[in-house]
Every structure is written in C-alpha cells, then in structure tokens.
C-alpha cells in the first residue's frame, strides 16, 4: 500500500493552505458574527481552480481527482467551516449531477462557469416531510407545452439564497413511485423561485441555508438533468460522493481544533508549568490525535476508491459518520482544555463546537450513515 500523496496533491495543500491562512482564517470570526457569505472567497477559489479540482479540463475543470478536492476541503474548513461548507456543497451537491448527468447544453452553460466561481450552485431535495426518507418529497413538476411547471418547497438548502441555479428534485410521475422523481436545474432568473428566509442556526452562521418555494415556477423541457424518473438514483450517487466531502470538512474541523487545543495548553500554566505537561491533557491530545488520523485516512480512503472507478458507498459512509462524530468530540475536548476559556468567544473552540454538530445531521444523519453501512454489510 502507498500512502504518499502524489506531487499535485502536495501542491494542492500547500496552496490552499497558504490561502486560507491569508485570505480565510482571518475574517472567520468575523463573518461568524455577522453571518456573512464568503462571495469574495468563493470567487478567488473559482479563479485559483479549487471549485473545479474533481472534474475534467473538458468541462471547464482543473483536471485533478476526489482526493485533492477533499484534502481542499479539509484546508478550508480548518480555517472557516462555513466556507468549506458552502464549498462543498457548491461541487458535491450542485455540480456533480450536471456533470454526471447533465446534457452537453447544460454542462456547457451552467457546469463550466460555476466551476470558474462565477455561478453559485444548489442542491434541493429536503423538502418539510422529507428529510432522511428522500423518496417522499412533494415537490411537483408538470409538463405544459415546452416547460415544467414546478410547484413545492425545500428546506435547509445550502447556498439557496444566494444560488444562481439550483437542482431540483421534483416529481414527474406520480403514480411510478421511486421512478417518477426527476431532477430539474432551475435558474435564478426563472419566473416562480423564491427564498422565503434563511435560517438562524446554531453555527455555520457565514455559510447560506435557506426555505425556496417553487410557485408555478416554470423552466424550458430541455432543464431536465439526465433521463426522466432516474432522479432518485442520480441524487443517491451524489449524495456518495457529497458524504466525502463532509467527512474532509469534519477532518479540518478536527485538526482545528486539535490545532488550538495544543497551542492553549502549551501557554497556559498551573502550578508553575504549562497544562500540556499534566498527563490528564497530554492523554486527551493524544486521543485527539489518533482519531483524527484515523478520520483522516478513511475520507482518503473513499475518496482514493472513487477516483479509481471502484464502490465506496460503503466507504464514504463510514468516512462521513467517523470523521463527522469525531468533529464533536474533539471540540467538545478543546473546549474543556481551555477550561473556562473556551466557554468564551475569546477563543475559536466554541465556534468549532457550534459548527461540528451539523456535520452529524447534514448529508445523512449519523443514523443514516449505520442504516447505509449496515446494508452494505448485507443485513
């Protein structure tokens, strides 16, 4: 087994480590505090080919594979979560179907520009009743003369306010069950879409999640992503790929935390020495430590399995629940390292805290990822 990564992957560290820690890192409590949208990084991480990292040069892509873009991540959300996230969701969720599935008009006119950072992609398939049963949206899409007619609402969509084209999991046959559910790229600009809020939530406050409705809305046939009624296996395969993500972005969540925990306690002295020479600390950093590893090379793991062609549904579940859990724990443990400091906002380990807990839910629950990995397992 070779665990080295290769010259590009090193490189692909390297700068966006470099970047977040210049461009990021600095503004992250900030944007925390205000809920600002990170637009103009996601722009310059358009321009320096992150956002088009796992897609092909013919595409508009930069050429590279799943395990950069993951070790991309992973950076990002060591600096800023929120904008890890809204990353992530850019690329897993809203432009990995069109580059699956998408026609070549699609690809051309929505994937190319939204990997350069000029468009900003969504993903829509939680809807109010259908949350972890993905199988029992609502939403509606009718066909009248040369457009679908859309009708329905989705919930907690990433980036949803502020997306300039969003894919759509909408019924076309009711009566198919499974099989009549179609995904619909739907542009900003079309007659009907609306975000009706955005949500206050416990962290993760920079990064965009929002209600749209979907009154009437009404976009040409030729919108469709891929073949009608294979919607339901589209958004299952991309979810796959997606659970990668969140299990980098849990990785840079963990190794943050890791990060502030050792520096505080090599600063902060009791009884005439510094908290990281007292066993008790020196046992949680070491925890912190081996768990992280661990998290780390499972996402690497399924990511190296996907690049290769191969199954890692399995794999990128596994990965997603190991890594994603982990990001609590260790935020929970840099937190009580800085004992009544890290209750505070004087520190980050509170915010990695607030921003840790979604990545249990999102993506699949945490029970989400047993139910996959036990059905994997044949059960």
């Known amino acids: ?39 103009e990084q996601f722009r310059e991480l358009g321009e320096l080919g992150i956002l088009g990292l796992p897609f092909p040069e013919e595409v508009g892509g930069s050429g590279g594979d799943t395990l950069s873009f993951a070790i991309a991540v992973e950076e990002i959300a060591r600096a800023c979560a929120s904008t890890a996230l809204t990353v992530a969701a850019h690329v897993s969720l809203g432009c ?14 929505w994937l190319a520009p ?9 993903f829509g398939l939680t809807e109010p009743e259908a949350g972890s049963n993905t199988a029992a949206i609502r939403t509606r899409a009718r066909q009248e003369g040369d457009r679908w007619v859309i009708e329905g609402t989705k919930i907690f969509i990433t980036n949803g306010s502020h997306a300039d084209f969003v894919v759509v999991a909408a019924v076309t046959d009711p009566e198919a069950g499974r099989d009549g ?63 990668i993500g969140i299990g980098a972005l849990s990785v ?21 020495r510094p908290i990281s020479k007292f066993q008790a600390i020196q046992f949680k950093l070491a925890d912190m430590a081996t768990q992280l590893e661990a998290a780390r090379w499972l996402v690497y793991r399924a990511a190296w399995l996907r690049d290769r062609g191969r199954p890692y549904r399995r794999e990128a579940a596994m990965a997603k629940l190991f890594a994603s859990e982990l990001a609590v724990r260790a935020a929970l443990e840099a937190i009580q390292i800085h004992g009544g400091a890290g209750y505070t906002r004087d520190f980050p380990v509170e915010r990695y805290l607030r921003d840790a807990k979604l990545m249990e839910i999102g993506e699949g629950t945490s029970e989400i990822q047993r139910l996959v990995i036990a059905r994997e397992l044949g059960c």
């Open 96 to 109: 990995t179907p069109l580059y699956l599935f998408g026609s070549e008009e699609l690809k051309a006119r």
């Open 252 to 272: 840079g969540i963990a190794q943050a935390c890791l990060d502030a925990a050792l520096e505080y306690a090599r600063h902060r002295r009791q009884f005439g």
């Open 114 to 122: 939204a990997l350069r950072g000029e468009k900003i992609a969504a």
């Open 181 to 243: 559910i179609s995904n619909i790229l739907v542009p900003r600009e079309a007659p009907g879409w609306r975000a009706v809020r955005r949500y206050e939530k416990l962290g993760l406050h920079a990064s965009d999640t929002a209600e749209l409705v979907f009154d009437g809305c009404r976009v040409p046939l030729d919108h469709l992503v891929g073949e009608r009624g294979k919607g339901h296996q589209q958004f299952l395969q991309t979810l796959d790929g997606g659970r």
């Open 1 to 39: 087994m070779d665990f080295e990564l290769s010259e590009q992957q090193r490189l692909v560290r390297e700068m966006v480590r470099d970047y977040a820690a210049r461009r990021i890192a600095p503004g992250a409590a900030e944007r925390d505090r205000t809920g600002t949208f990170p637009a």
